[in-house]
């Protein structure tokens, strides 16, 4: 790191850790006793620091990961300090823990960033770091900093493994992506994401070596036409139907496809990937998750996405394809149709932003899901067009893990697309230093909403004493 850039980083990092500590102040005088969620997570960390490590609460649905390295820095912690037992994993000590989990994520997203877009003539340092704060306070992942929820941890060995995996330490990479399924089973998506890399750099450098065999055009161009995607599936099949190069990919991702096989014999002897309450997280196909992530990405990210040039450009590609875009809208429709689930938690509970969501936009009329076919198709295209620096075959792996991660799962939940979020916008070109600020100030403006109506929009259900409060 440059001296300008490193004094650059380091004031932003302190800052937002003074910052997200006077908050997590405020927060814990508000909200003493675990919230939501926390009235589970709390408890069962509570019982790990006792020792008593046979107690396991039914309604968790994770594996002990967070309840693991809590343990593991609490008691630490109250040997070094002196402190007895009950403060060490209090609900304020255990909360802090994701404080320490978003000050690490906040080192990742740096080391990403630089990793990904190498400091040139178009990307400034100041850039990088702001871009960094940027994702940092993304709201979604932000405001579960100061709540003991499983979301910054999991983020913290999802992003370890990835930057380890593009440095070229795929058995350190696979190692923290076992310690990111500790936290949440689904996290092991990122874990074929991150062998589905090191697959799509291979396929990538032999697929350079074909174009330069037949003196055809540079790969970026060979993504549009239905001819060029034949001929990348023909080229897909003859490359690994190869014994060699079979060969090959397995002793580059031998690590990676331990951790899979553990996860599906996990699978086998659990019965399911969730343990505890099944009935509550059952899986289906729900492929109207991708249009909600998409119009999720959409929302987070319109500085990107939602730009003059982009509507232009979209519109000028509706009227080159109109059989095609057709023909999406149609599928779009008919997935709408016969694959949309809501989950009895969407309208049950209204302390979450989605209830209302679903209330004010998708039950105002039967119509209305129909109706925003095309928000996603153009969120969809403006999406796919972010990427397009992006290998053809990293864009396949990405969006055969987005609909892993996503489509299985019945609830709506916008916890579910932090992570595919994240890879996301960690792979798109730098945008303009406004466009930056823009997001910046965009991303500051909803997480002090969320945490102005959380802290002082308070309110109680029928036949209840306990304040509730709105969150994400």
């Known amino acids: 790191m440059e001296r300008a850039a490193a004094y650059g980083f380091s004031a932003a990092m302190s800052g937002a850790f003074l910052l997200s500590c006077l908050l ?4 814990n005088r508000r909200q003493r006793a675990p919230y939501m969620d926390e009235a589970f997570h709390v408890p069962q960390a509570q019982a790990y620091c006792e020792g008593r490590f046979q107690q396991w609460d039914p309604m968790i649905t994770t594996l002990p990961g967070l309840y693991l390295v809590s343990v593991g820095i609490a008691k630490p912690a109250a040997w070094l300090f002196g402190w007895p037992g009950g403060i060490a994993c209090s609900t304020a000590m255990l909360r802090f823990i994701n ?3 978003s000050v690490g994520n906040f080192y990742l997203l740096y080391l990403l960033l630089s990793k990904m877009h190498p400091k040139n003539k178009a990307v400034s340092g100041f850039q990088n770091i702001l871009s960094t704060l940027t994702l940092a306070v993304f ?3 932000y405001f579960f900093t100061f709540l003991y929820y499983t979301d910054p941890g999991s983020v913290f060995f999802t992003l370890f493994s990835y930057l380890m995996c593009l440095c070229g330490n795929h058995k350190t990479s696979a190692l923290l992506g076992f310690c990111g399924f500790m936290f949440r089973q689904t996290n092991i998506v990122w874990t074929i994401f991150c062998a589905g890399n090191v697959v799509a750099e291979k ?3 032999a697929w350079k070596t074909e174009l330069l065999k037949k003196k055809d055009e540079k790969i970026s161009s060979m993504k549009g036409s239905f001819s060029d995607l034949i001929r990348i599936l023909q080229f897909l099949t003859e490359y690994l139907i190869s014994p060699q190069n079979l060969i090959t990919l397995i002793a580059l991702t031998w690590p990676y496809i331990i951790l899979v096989v553990v996860f599906f014999a996990f699978v086998f002897i659990n019965g399911g990937i969730v343990v505890g309450d099944r009935s509550s997280h059952e899986a289906c196909l729900h492929f109207p998750q991708l249009f909600y992530f998409l119009s999720f990405t959409l929302f987070f990210s319109f500085p990107h996405l939602l730009t003059p040039t982009k509507i232009r450009k979209f519109l000028l590609t509706l009227r080159k394809y109109p059989v095609q ?5 149609v599928i779009s429709l008919f997935l709408i149709w016969k694959f949309t689930y809501v989950h009895k938690y969407l309208l049950a509970d209204n302390r979450h ?7 004010k936009v998708f039950q105002r009329h039967e119509l209305v899901k129909y109706m925003l076919v095309p928000v996603y198709i153009f969120a969809g295209w403006s999406f796919a067009d972010t990427l397009k620096s992006k290998s053809v075959f990293w864009i396949l792996v990405y ?5 892993a991660v996503t489509v299985p799962q019945k609830l709506l939940e916008f916890r ?6 994240l890879i996301y916008r960690l792979n798109i070109p730098f945008p303009s230093l406004y466009r930056q600020l823009l997001e910046l100030a965009f991303y500051i403006f909803v997480n002090v909403t969320t945490f102005y109506l959380f802290l002082n929009k308070t309110f109680q259900w029928p036949n209840s004493e306990e304040v509730q409060r709105f969150m994400w």
């Open 24 to 27: 997590f102040a405020a927060l």
């Open 99 to 101: 404080l320490l989990f």
């Open 139 to 141: 709201p979604t992942l």
């Open 203 to 205: 396929l990538n450098e």
């Open 325 to 329: 875009y057709s023909l999406i809208a």
């Open 353 to 359: 932003y989605t209830f209302y969501v679903w209330r």
């Open 399 to 403: 969006f055969v893990c987005l609909f």
């Open 416 to 421: 579910y697309f932090i992570l595919p979020y």
